[in-house]
């Protein structure tokens, strides 16, 4: 079992920044990639950004040039910094982690979420 665990959300307003946490514990044998997907009410749930254990990031066009996804030195974490917050941010943010628990046991697991609001 893969548990993810999140901190960082909260209430900010309209051009003001967080930054979320993401830490993964239990039986892992590699971690192949971590990402941020949100779900606003209503919607589906989208990725925000990801990134490879070899670094390389993918990010949604909607937060390209405001979002910056970056991984520990312990490499089981993963941070999102969120810069010039828009109202449109405002979502449930979920961590996700996928890789291998032992050499033959594939995982996906998810964190339980943690709330993002941007108001005045």
């Known amino acids: 079992q893969v548990q993810l665990v999140e901190s960082g959300g909260g209430l900010v307003q309209p051009g003001g920044s967080l930054r979320l946490s993401c830490a993964a514990s239990?039986?892992?044998?590699?971690?192949?990639?971590m990402g941020w997907y949100r779900q606003a009410p209503g919607k589906q749930r989208d990725l925000v950004a990801s990134?490879?254990?070899?670094?390389?990031?993918n990010y949604a066009d909607s937060v390209k040039g405001r979002f910056t996804i970056s991984r520990g030195n312990a490499k089981n974490t993963v941070y999102l910094q969120m810069n010039s917050l828009k109202p449109e941010d405002t979502a449930v943010y979920y961590c996700?982690?996928?890789?291998?628990?032992?050499?033959?046991?594939?995982?996906?697991?998810w964190g339980v979420g943690t709330q993002v609001t941007v108001s005045s």
């Open positions: 996700n982690a996928e890789g291998l628990k032992t050499v033959l046991a594939r995982f996906d697991s």
């Open positions: 990134i490879t254990s070899g670094g390389s990031t």
């Open positions: 239990g039986i892992i044998f590699r971690i192949d990639a």
